[in-house]
């Protein structure tokens, strides 16, 4: 059963928020299917990901691409992170990165990198690059604010939408406001989750 759905104001975050905006994520994508994939242990996952997100998402708020659902105590209760996606080209993704990763946890955060960007497609659009509610926030309509915000941000700049979902229920949810699958999903390796690639066009 859903609880009372609650009120929030839905905005982008400030560069200045920085910290609360890191916790919030900290807690919203703890148990998230991909992240968990990525950082299998449990009691790894909070630090290893507090350092392969900080700096990625201090780049996010400077350039605006980080909305935030605020509840009536001015806590953070659910995050999206949106961007601007251009046309693609002939590029091969492979021969983009140059990075060499070192161990275990930063290949497979590569591999869901480069398999999210084999899956886009190549005309411009916005990118839904992730949504998470905190835990005690979910099921009071967070996260539909968050997408409802994120529709309303892409139609105003008369862009189609896209997104992974990750979960059976996200796949739900995302229907439920206009999306559809967009090809197969794509499974992870060892068990990992499957992605669906999810397309939402213009109005």
């Given at each position: 059963?859903?609880?009372?759905?609650?009120?929030a104001?839905?905005?982008?975050a400030t560069?200045?928020?920085?910290?609360?905006v890191?916790d919030?994520?900290?807690?919203?994508?703890?148990?998230?299917a991909?992240?968990?994939?990525v950082?299998?242990r449990?009691q790894?996952r909070?630090a290893m990901?507090?350092?392969?997100?900080s700096a990625?998402?201090m780049a996010a708020?400077?350039?605006r691409?980080?909305?935030?659902?605020v509840v009536?105590?001015h806590?953070?209760?659910?995050?999206?992170i949106?961007r601007?996606?251009?046309?693609k080209h002939?590029?091969?993704?492979e021969?983009?990165s140059t990075?060499q990763?070192s161990?275990?946890?930063?290949k497979?955060?590569a591999?869901?990198a480069?398999?999210a960007?084999?899956?886009?497609?190549r005309n411009?659009?916005?990118?839904i690059?992730?949504?998470a509610?905190r835990?005690r926030?979910?099921g009071?309509?967070?996260?539909?604010?968050?997408?409802e915000y994120?529709i309303?941000?892409?139609?105003?700049l008369?862009?189609?939408?896209?997104l992974m979902a990750?979960?059976?229920g996200?796949?739900?949810l995302?229907?439920?406001?206009g999306?559809?699958e967009?090809g197969?999903?794509?499974?992870?390796?060892d068990d990992g989750p499957?992605l669906?690639?999810?397309?939402r066009?213009?109005p």
């Amino acid at each position: 059963m859903s609880e009372t759905p609650v009120e929030a104001r839905v905005r982008f975050a400030t560069s200045d928020e920085q910290q609360d905006v890191l916790d919030a994520c900290m807690d919203a994508f703890g148990d998230e299917a991909v992240l968990c994939w990525v950082v299998p242990r449990a009691q790894d996952r909070e630090a290893m990901a507090r350092e392969m997100f900080s700096a990625r998402l201090m780049a996010a708020l400077k350039a605006r691409q980080v909305i935030v659902a605020v509840v009536a105590d001015h806590k953070i209760a659910g995050v999206a992170i949106v961007r601007h996606e251009a046309e693609k080209h002939d590029t091969p993704v492979e021969a983009q990165s140059t990075i060499q990763h070192s161990d275990e946890l930063s290949k497979r955060f590569a591999y869901v990198a480069r398999t999210a960007d084999q899956a886009r497609p190549r005309n411009a659009h916005i990118l839904i690059d992730s949504i998470a509610v905190r835990g005690r926030s979910r099921g009071r309509g967070i996260g539909t604010m968050l997408i409802e915000y994120c529709i309303e941000l892409a139609d105003h700049l008369a862009e189609p939408l896209f997104l992974m979902a990750s979960t059976s229920g996200s796949v739900r949810l995302y229907k439920r406001h206009g999306f559809q699958e967009q090809g197969d999903s794509i499974a992870l390796p060892d068990d990992g989750p499957h992605l669906q690639p999810m397309w939402r066009g213009m109005p």
